[in-house]
């Protein structure tokens, strides 16, 4: 009986690693089909840059600017 449930242990496992091993080969020659075309040199939406992933570099710098607001001419309701 542990025989077979050996035989059973290492055929499952086997199993296993043939279909990740699939899994990993089919998602490699999508990856080198998607990046082996020439690269795409317009200039994207503003939609189309956020949805993209930033793979490093150099950012410009973010300026944030602060006016001053006149003050408030009552009390807020809530308080």
Do not use: H, K, N
């Not at 990993?24 to 189309?48: C, H, K, N, W």
């Not at 949805?51 to 607001?69: I, K, Q």
């Not at 009552?74 to 308080?79: E, S």
């Amino acid at each position: 009986m542990r025989g077979v449930t050996i035989l059973l242990a290492i055929a499952l496992t086997l199993g296993y690693g043939f279909a990740a091993q699939a899994a990993m080969t089919a998602d490699r020659a999508e990856t080198i089909r998607r990046v082996g075309g020439l690269p795409d040199a317009s200039v994207p939406s503003a939609e189309q840059a956020a949805a993209r992933v930033w793979y490093g570099g150099m950012l410009p710098p973010v300026t944030v600017e602060v006016t001053v607001a006149a003050p408030a001419t009552g009390r807020c309701p809530l308080t």
